[in-house]
């Protein structure tokens, strides 16, 4: 079985081929990072407009290292949601097309399941399952029980690791994006500052970003004011430390509590290096198995949306012709729209 797979939810144009659902044929990500860069962040309009001029080249790609045509393929799968709306049009309508001319299905991913299911690229899936998904948009634990069951247990109240990563490395004046700058300055600075720590109510596994981020700011403001100054390595390392014990000590309770046989990282922040260790460090010696995608994995990618789309199309999901594009498409929905 080959899936292609395509995803345009934000500033990657991205196709890939899956086969049997667990093995990359070929993957081809076109990043637009350097023409939104001196926007400091995603410029929606000039997205779209990237996604329709690259759209072509990365399919035909896609093929040519696969070795492969479009008869050879037994699923067309998409990113249908979350993302921007002008962007995620762009892959719908070049998905429906290849689809519609070749005669094969169609099959809608949430995004959020793509970045889940890039870890079963690296190795099968053992229910249950618990999934702390950490990106640019979202932090969740996600309880899975089955394939394509997605359950949220936590989620953040306010901004999302990633967002937090990019807001503190804007405060620094770092390019956009922050988040592995601010990753690579972590690891040669010490946390000499004590940043507060949002464990909220007890037993809750909601996050909250949005304090810690404005207590990097009045610390930086303060340190000023009093003519004191901190390395942006301190600050990172600081910042960092703060996120790390929070993601690694809710994730470790919900996975006792739920008695989970897996624990997978996904998300953009899932190629943090301090993320990675303190996860690792927590646990060693643990019966429950801990697995993070392939850097290359982390960030966006349609390898992972193929990897989603063969589990939806094995379990007989088919998207119709009227198939759009979702900006707010909801995990738990989508999941239960599949059952
Ligand atoms: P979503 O998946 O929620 O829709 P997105 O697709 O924009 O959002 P991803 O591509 O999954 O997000 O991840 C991008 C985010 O990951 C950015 O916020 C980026 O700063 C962050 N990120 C990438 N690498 C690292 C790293 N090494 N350390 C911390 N953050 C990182
Ligand atoms: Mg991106
Ligand atoms: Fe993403």
């Known amino acids: 079985e080959y899936i292609l797979g395509i995803e345009t939810s934000c500033d990657e144009t991205a196709a890939a ?7 990359i044929a070929s993957n081809v990500v076109a990043s637009q990072i350097e023409s939104h860069k001196r926007f400091g962040g995603v410029v929606p309009e000039i997205a779209s407009r990237h996604h329709v001029e690259q759209i072509t080249l990365v399919l035909e790609e896609t093929f040519e290292k696969a070795g492969l045509k479009m008869e050879d393929i037994d699923a067309v799968a998409v ?31 949430h995004h959020i399941a793509g970045h889940i299911y890039a870890n079963r ?17 979202h932090t969740e634990l996600i309880l899975m029980e089955e394939h394509g069951d997605f359950n949220i247990i936590g989620e953040t109240r306010d901004d999302a690791a990633g967002e937090a990563y990019d807001k503190v490395a804007r405060t620094l004046k770092l390019p956009y994006p922050g988040g592995p700058k601010i990753d690579q300055l972590a690891q040669n600075g010490e946390p000499v500052i004590d940043f507060p720590r949002a464990w909220l109510e007890d037993g809750s596994y909601d996050f909250s970003f949005s304090g810690l981020k404005s207590a990097v700011i009045n610390t930086l403001h303060n340190a000023k004011q009093r003519g004191q100054e901190y390395k942006n390595e301190e600050i990172a390392a600081s910042f960092q430390a703060s996120v790390v014990e929070v993601l690694v000590e809710k994730t470790y309770r919900a996975a006792n509590q739920y008695g989970v046989k897996q624990v997978i990282v996904a998300g953009g922040v899932a190629a943090n290096k301090g993320l990675r260790n303190a996860m690792e460090a927590k646990f060693k010696g643990e019966a429950t198995e801990l697995m993070f995608p392939p850097i290359s994995l982390c960030t966006d990618n349609a390898a992972m949306i193929a990897a989603a789309g063969s589990i939806a199309f094995n379990q007989g999901h088919r998207a119709t012709w009227d198939l759009n594009a979702n900006p707010g ?7 239960r729209r599949k059952k």
């Open 17 to 23: 081929i899956i086969k049997d659902g667990r093995e």
């Open 329 to 335: 498409l909801d995990l738990e929905r989508y999941a």
């Open 79 to 109: 990113t249908e949601g979350p993302g921007l709306v002008g962007a995620l049009l762009v892959g719908v309508n070049a998905a429906k097309a290849l689809a519609f001319a070749h005669n094969k299905p169609l099959v809608g991913v």
């Open 121 to 137: 690229l690296v190795k099968e899936f053992e229910f249950p399952l618990l999934a702390l998904v950490v990106s640019g948009g």
